[in-house]
């Protein structure tokens, strides 16, 4: 634990700054999954739509640094990928 004053605030904020993060990354995962589920249906409405939510999520994890960019263009890729082989 840090003893200076201004120490223990940016740990304490650093801290914050992970949960938010980590909460993010997680919502991103979780889209991701939400539309491969409906890929697995075969659904194409309900993939359309989710893949919406997916890429704007994969979007906002890049905006934030949360992801390289180029790791979000190859997971945005691949989402489009699978939705066109749906077709």
Do not use: C, W
Request: charged share 30%; glycine share 2%; proline share 1%.
């Amino acid at each position: 634990m840090p003893n200076i004053k201004s120490a223990m605030k940016r740990d304490a904020l650093s801290k914050q700054q992970n949960a938010k993060n980590r909460a993010d990354k997680s919502l991103m995962k979780t889209n991701i999954k939400k539309f491969d589920a409906a890929i697995a249906e075969g659904n194409r409405d309900a993939a359309v739509d989710a893949y919406k939510v997916a890429v704007k999520t994969v979007d906002h994890a890049a905006t934030k640094h949360i992801i390289h960019k180029n790791n979000a263009a190859n997971k945005k890729s691949q989402l489009t990928r699978k939705l066109n082989e749906l077709a």
